[in-house]
């Protein structure tokens, strides 16, 4: 995902953030990754034909897929949009005097890195001018507001709430900042089709870090893309661990700031970013959100799990993974049983740290992405990022047992140059002895972290990992260029063999100007266009029926921002015949956010 556009009005969607908490020493240096030749007996698929159709509601906003070169233009944030003003001095009762005199140097020093910092112009990937402009602006939370006005007819079936997980910084930013260093917001709409009505919520999720910055009134813990970059980014660490030192805060309650995943799993919304561990947040009988706090599964999770775990339709676990950026394993996965019993860690061997901020699962397997973008945070020590490009480094998919013990039997298979920031699915193809992966496929990869002058791309693209013979092939599924991000398949067929992807059309990069469904065996193409100035964010598909035999029978619900007019919605697509069935009016507006998910009104009863 690129950075918003310098206008102010963008949109954004995929997320990634890297924990800060660990970022005290450097990583180890580059090693060559090898290639350990095993098999795995394992099914297929393939035709070819590119056709594309477009039902457009309004008009095709143009592509645009450059930044302009003219200086950034301030965000439009209303007043009731403006976030906290950060307090100055702001100290506690609590504190003892060795703590405020320790408070009062350490804020003096903060000032003078922060003066020293304003002289240097910010690059785009770290300027709040730039990332929280326009629609990314943050909103203050919004008590449960009923009786919605609705255009259309919302689907009987549709009974439960549609959950949206985005960033939405507290307070003003005194530095850098990147859109993925804001707080956890999830925005709730709460369905009844039988009765249709619908209302609105949003909240904060109350993470820990959220608590003690909201209690001193001001940003105190280093946000990770945004702020810790070079010499400044290794003082800002020196200044977070020294507050900790004279306990005027606390990180060992975590660092994380839960914004961009969201799951229903063993009676439990859980929300997570993977710099932590997940939040469990509960929607109250009236429509309304509440944290319960940081969940370790009964004590069970030691480390912070990424943000887009799988859940098996069929044999309802949860299989996750967590990486460290400083010591090894840099990698482990591990996997939940539908009662929530956590299995053993299996650590997976990796030479350095690598981002990685999803992967895919099959019927028997699940794929582990080893991609080019990686950690080294020895860069810092010389005046650059810690997340880096790394060309030399040569891109791999681990193929492992879902059940695996260890990591002995994992097949490693190279794919040259391929970073995908999202996996959409996976399955096995017996016939060929290959697994297929789709995915987005990112160039350039580092320009979520890092300003590039190339135009960023994203393109959909079948992967086949020969677990015989060890080597890959990887094709376009489309044609037609067009930028395709953030969205899902049907999850009652995650891990088969789908038809149907629904994806975001992020263009003109990086708004989302509508959605696309794919044909993935095809490369046909319907797209559903929000309209002129109108834009959305991650598509979300809604099965009707779980026993359907039409995998696209099912609704895609999906927020859409007005530009002109500065009003959101949520709209509630027909997924069959890529007609609007509803739009539900919100009363407030509704940020381009990261991704959600759906809870039916039966599991909402057992909620724990």
């Not at 794929?367 to 990686?374: A, E």
């Not at 959909?460 to 489309?478: D, F, V, Y």
Request: charged fraction near 20%.
């Amino acid at each position: 995902m690129a950075v918003p556009s310098t206008t102010p009005n963008s949109s954004s969607w995929a997320r990634a953030q890297m924990s800060y908490s660990t970022l005290s020493s450097s990583s180890s240096s580059l090693l060559n990754l090898g290639f350990t030749s095993k098999s795995i007996t394992l099914k297929k698929n393939r035709p070819n034909n590119t056709n594309t159709t477009t039902i457009s509601c309004a008009l095709h906003s143009p592509s645009v897929l450059h930044f302009p070169k003219q200086p950034y233009q301030q965000p439009l944030i209303t007043k009731d949009d403006t976030p906290m003003k950060p307090k100055k001095n702001t100290q506690p009762p609590h504190w003892n005097p060795l703590q405020r005199a320790a408070a009062m140097a350490l804020d003096l020093a903060e000032g003078a890195l922060v003066s020293r910092e304003s002289q240097h112009p910010l690059p785009k990937t770290a300027d709040p001018r730039v990332q929280i402009s326009g629609n990314f602006a943050p909103v203050p939370e919004q008590p449960v507001r009923n009786s919605l006005p609705i255009t259309g007819t919302i689907p009987k079936c549709i009974n439960g709430v549609y959950l949206r997980n985005g960033a939405n910084p507290q307070f003003d930013p005194v530095a850098g900042h990147h859109l993925f260093d804001g707080d956890g917001m999830v925005h709730a709409v709460n369905i009844n089709g039988g009765f249709a009505t619908a209302s609105y919520a949003c909240r904060f999720t109350e993470t820990q870090r959220l608590i003690q910055e909201r209690k001193l009134g001001r940003p105190v813990f280093p946000k990770a893309i945004g702020e810790l970059h070079g010499h400044s980014g290794i003082a800002r660490l020196a200044l977070f661990f020294a507050r900790g030192l004279f306990g005027l805060v606390d990180q060992n309650q975590g660092t994380g700031v839960a914004n961009a995943g969201l799951v229903y799993f063993n009676d439990r919304i859980l929300a997570m970013s993977e710099d932590d561990l997940p939040y469990q947040v509960r929607i109250k009988a009236s429509g309304d959100l509440e944290t319960i706090g940081r969940y370790n599964f009964n004590d069970q999770l030691k480390s912070a799990m990424i943000a887009h775990p799988k859940v098996d339709p069929v044999s309802k676990e949860l299989f996750a993974l967590s990486y460290d950026v400083i010591q090894k394993p840099y990698l482990k996965y591990f996997k939940f049983s539908p009662d929530g019993k956590k299995s053993s860690d299996v650590e997976i061997p990796l030479h350095e740290p690598t981002m990685m901020h999803d992967f895919a699962i099959t019927e028997n397997f699940v794929v582990i992405p080893d991609q080019q973008v990686v950690f080294k945070l020895q860069e810092m020590i010389t005046g650059g990022s810690p997340v880096i490009y790394d060309k030399n480094k040569q891109c791999r998919f681990g193929v492992l047992a879902k059940n695996a013990s260890n990591a002995s039997d994992i097949v490693w298979v190279e794919c040259p140059d391929t970073f995908c920031f999202h996996l959409w699915n996976a399955w096995e193809d017996t016939e060929t002895e290959e697994v297929v992966v789709i995915g987005s496929c990112m160039t350039p990869p580092d320009s979520i972290f890092n300003e590039s002058d190339e135009s960023l791309k994203s393109v959909l693209c079948e992967i086949r990992l020969n677990l015989k013979t060890g080597k890959s092939t990887r094709r376009a599924i489309m044609k037609e260029e067009v930028n395709l991000e953030a969205g899902m398949v049907n999850k009652n067929k995650l891990g088969r063999k789908t038809k149907y992807a629904y994806l975001a059309i992020a263009e003109p990069w990086p708004k989302v100007s509508g959605f696309a469904k794919v044909d993935i065996l095809s490369g046909e193409m319907k797209k559903y266009i929000y309209g002129d100035r109108k834009y959305g964010g991650e598509p979300f598909f809604l099965p009707r029926d779980p026993n359907s035999e039409n995998e696209d029978d099912g609704y895609i619900l999906c927020f859409v921002h007005d530009e002109r007019t500065w009003k959101s919605e949520l709209q509630i697509v027909n997924a069959m015949n890529m007609k609007l069935e509803a739009a539900i009016k919100l009363p407030s507006r509704v940020p381009y956010g990261f991704h959600g998910t759906f809870v039916d009104s039966k599991d909402l009863e057992n909620q724990a």
